[in-house]
């Protein structure tokens, strides 16, 4: 890895350490920095600047192993690394609790500021949750500011420990405007036919769910909702963007048990998901500020969630909230949704308002660079 190159004379370097969390949220902000005269240096993966291309975006790449596995004294090449790259920082700048750990060690007793925001709640079971409870407490006491993507994960960075925790939803990308002309009302529904013709999904209602296939996303529980709506004619079909470790086992299930159920991998073709979607469904154990919410509520496409984490104060009233871990009240709610064309309109209109609420990606890199100016001037 080459040097971390010397900022200008007074300009800001902020650096920024991803794991397996807040990529696309950095990529846009990335961008936003430099544009505002900061010099950004982005510290993760490569497959993440393959995918979100940092360096296009005006700042520089360091390729840094981090994974799940990654932890300071089992990775001590993961933390020269870091060290290297974070010499001369004015702010260090980590993403999510593995990637504030190895910040924390790599920059051991230098002065330098550390922000760390959580995007999500970290799970544990059984012996390794204790050691979760400790790694929380070291990285939130160490961080000069934590940053909370919801109001919970404020309330939990503060209760163990943290100096200074603050609320900072993330914006996300805004869909471009179109102009509503008959040329556009055609095009929009050509796109929704040959997504749904991809599918087969004929006249069927065509539900849509997005995110990684992994415990807390509450797949089982989806699966086990599937069987509230088999009944109804023409039968609603399932389909599922992400992919994750859960992969295997929920596909078996499908295979076993007949599910009208398609898991589609990863997809870059999110948009056009949504617009053939009749509705949306989030069944997370926990979420801070859903991306897929958020992307449902713009486009206008009714979205029905749990309701856990930061999602209610995300979607207010625009959204139908079911408890999480209630299958049946789940598949009641998809059933009634279904068959209700004026819910449907009511929440399609409450959607693009709701979002209109929400911080936009201006608001938040203003908000990081104000913070990065207060820490670099103490």
């Not at 005269?37 to 520089?60: D, L, N």
């Not at 509503?180 to 040959?194: D, F, G, I, M, Y």
């Amino acid at each position: 890895m080459s040097s971390t190159p010397s900022p200008l004379h007074g300009q800001l370097h902020a650096v920024h350490v991803l794991g397996e969390t807040g990529r696309a949220h950095v990529a846009s902000v990335a961008g936003g920095l430099v544009a505002r005269g900061v010099q950004v240096t982005v510290c993760g993966p490569g497959v993440a600047e393959e995918r979100y291309g940092f360096a296009a975006a005006g700042a520089r790449f360091a390729p840094v192993e981090i994974t799940r596995r990654s932890v300071p004294r089992a990775d001590a090449a993961v933390v020269t690394a870091l060290r290297a790259a974070c010499a001369g920082a004015d702010v260090v700048h980590a993403h999510g609790l593995r990637a504030g750990l190895l910040a924390t060690v790599a920059l051991g007793g230098r002065r330098t500021p550390l922000v760390v925001t959580w995007h999500g709640a970290v799970f544990a079971e059984g012996a390794r949750k204790p050691l979760l409870r400790l790694l929380e407490r070291r990285v939130a006491r160490a961080a000069s500011v934590v940053l909370g993507a919801s109001s919970d994960l404020v309330d939990r960075a503060r209760a163990v420990g943290a100096r200074d925790a603050r609320l900072a939803p993330i914006g996300v990308p805004l869909p471009p405007r179109t102009a509503v002309t008959p040329e556009a009302v055609a095009e929009s529904e050509r796109r929704r036919q040959k997504a749904r013709d991809e599918f087969g999904a004929g006249e069927r209602p065509l539900l849509l769910a997005v995110g990684r296939l992994e415990p807390h996303k509450g797949y089982d529980q989806l699966l086990d909702a599937v069987h509230g709506w088999t009944r109804l004619d023409p039968q609603p079909l399932l389909v599922v963007a992400g992919e994750g470790s859960l992969r295997p086992e929920l596909q078996e299930r499908i295979d076993t048990e007949r599910l009208p159920v398609l898991l589609l991998g990863l997809r870059d073709d999110v948009p056009e998901l949504l617009a053939a979607a009749d509705a949306v469904v989030l069944p997370s154990r926990w979420e801070a500020r859903s991306v897929i919410a958020q992307e449902a509520l713009h486009a206008g496409v009714p979205l029905i969630a749990t309701n856990v984490g930061g999602t209610p104060e995300l979607v207010g009233d625009a959204a139908e909230l079911v408890p999480y871990g209630d299958p049946k009240r789940l598949a009641d709610t998809v059933v009634r949704l279904l068959g209700d064309a004026e819910r449907r309109s009511a929440l399609a209109a409450a959607g693009p308002a709701q979002a209109g609420t929400w911080p936009t990606e201006d608001d938040t890199v203003a908000q990081v660079l104000s913070i990065y100016d207060e820490l670099s001037s103490r």
